[in-house]
């Protein structure tokens, strides 16, 4: 049975979705106003793992993932550049859009714009307002009542007192308690603004995700995810927004990754320390990076460093050489080693166990082919396939990923034609010419392997 963690009881739990084999999902999605940084790919990579699995296990999976498309550093950022807010927008959202599918992020079902959700917005802060939740301060702006919602911190484990007790909270006149946050903000001059029951504004960060989840997905639904630094105040917040407005339970489960870490430090923009998608895939290739985020236990920090991406990057090598040059028509697999990697995905979507099978199942191909056994060598290929699939892996001809692995001045055909010189060559016994060729192949990035009479390269 698959278990999950359930940030919410800090405990895992069997998994039992509200609708038998049916299984709704939100995730908090990219503010978009700068490129991805590895923190958000690590988001993005994990949930699309955890929908990948979900779905292979056989269930129906409906994926929301959301853009915020309004919001301060939005604004902020429009105006430094000199441009419109939209255009901000657009030109981001295609970068993530273009890094997502580098990195083999299948796109979710639905994915929800905050600006073209107003209506659904306002529906919910006026049932908040009706339920006694939330009021209209004297600067027009429309907060939250935190102290009407009787289990705030059910899910950070915050307490109030200990809150209201804390230096760093944020106090406004016009609110009643410094712990109350804003819904709706009252337009100010220069700033986008939407008409509203309370005059011209724009919805606050934390009430477009409750609004459209739940538009999306419904009142009470199954996991609610993204990343551990949401936790608090956002989702504690959107626990608070849609069961005072609704009456009703929110979420199952709640899922958090952990944090990408450098030099043991949480990576953010704010400490300066990330490194985008873009940079990162200047020196490695996409699915080294997403095998990277996956060698590790999605709540598990991840510690980032060129040398572990470069490990990863080797070890995935190897899966691919593993596949190399075997034929997997027969689509058969192997039983025994697709029960040992559920079993290891079951227990709370444990990728590092998971890719662990799927080694083991290279090193029984690489013994089939030595054997001279193809059938068994087929059967191997064809499990390290499915699994490879399961994870978003292994998706690749082997032969393009080794050539594509790498940047030279030789074009594949030159490659290919000095590879045949150095054939004659040998066949001459010119072994000067010949080492002269592998040589200049190899100062261009290119390594050639001798073996079972034929001669294989890829690009290192």
């Known amino acids: ?67 915020t498309d309004i919001d301060d550093k939005i604004i902020k950022r429009a105006a430094e550049n000199g441009e419109p807010m939209d255009a901000l927008t657009e030109r981001f959202i295609a970068a993530m859009d273009a890094d997502s599918d580098a990195l083999g992020i299948v796109r979710p079902d639905q994915e929800p714009r905050a600006t073209e959700h107003l ?6 802060i006026e049932q908040l307002a009706a339920r006694g939740h939330a009021y209209q301060g004297a600067n027009s702006d429309v907060y939250y009542r935190v102290a009407s919602f009787s289990d705030y911190g059910v ?5 109030l007192v200990d809150l209201r007790a804390g230096a760093r909270v944020d106090v406004s006149e016009a609110k009643e308690d410094p712990l109350d946050f804003v819904l ?25 995700c409750s609004a459209m989840s739940t538009e999306a997905l419904g009142n009470h639904f199954d996991i609610h995810g993204g990343g551990m630094d949401l936790k608090f105040p956002l989702h504690e917040n959107e626990i608070a927004q849609s069961c005072g407005a609704t009456g009703e339970a929110f979420v199952n489960l709640w899922m958090h990754n952990g944090f990408v870490e450098i030099n043991e430090e949480k990576m953010s923009k704010s400490l300066g320390n990330f490194f985008t998608v873009r940079e990162i895939l200047e020196q490695f290739p996409a699915e080294a990076v997403r095998f990277f985020v996956l060698s590790s236990h999605y709540r598990s920090p991840l510690h980032h460093s060129d040398d572990n991406i470069a490990q990863a990057r080797a070890t995935l090598d190897g899966l691919y050489q593993a596949l190399r040059g075997v ?40 013994r ?11 059967i191997q290929a064809t499990t390290l396939r499915t699994l490879g699939g399961v994870l978003g892996l292994l998706e690749q001809d082997p032969e393009s990923w080794f050539r594509g ?5 030789l074009s594949d055909p030159e490659i290919e034609a000095m590879i045949e010189a150095r054939r004659l060559a040998r066949d001459r016994r010119d072994w000067a010419e010949a080492d002269r060729l592998r040589d200049a192949l190899a100062d261009d990035g290119v390594l050639l392997e001798d073996a079972a009479g034929r001669t294989t390269w890829k690009r290192t």
């Open 184 to 208: 709706w903000k009252a337009a100010k001059p220069g700033e986008p603004s939407w008409p509203s029951p309370w005059g011209p504004g724009r919805p606050g960060w934390h009430i477009e």
């Open 368 to 378: 089939a082919r030595v054997a001279g056994d193809d059938t068994a060598a087929g």
């Open 119 to 124: 209506p659904a917005i306002i529906r919910m």
């Open 155 to 159: 899910l950070s484990g915050k307490r």
């Open 327 to 366: 034929d997997i028509a027969a689509g058969e697999s192997d039983s025994k080693a697709l029960a040992d990697f559920q079993a290891a995905m079951d227990d709370d979507f444990n990728t590092p166990g998971g890719i662990a099978v799927m080694q083991s199942v290279a090193r029984e191909l690489n």
């Open 405 to 409: 692995a790498g940047k030279g001045s």
């Open 1 to 67: 049975m698959l278990v999950i963690h359930n940030s919410l009881t800090g405990k895992k739990q069997p998994f039992q979705p509200l609708e038998p084999g049916r299984v709704r999902i939100y995730v908090c999605g990219i503010t978009v106003y700068d490129y991805l940084h590895l923190g958000h790919a690590r988001m993005l990579v994990v949930f699309d793992m955890v929908v990948r699995y979900l779905r292979w296990r056989g269930y129906e999976v409906t994926y929301v993932r959301n853009i």
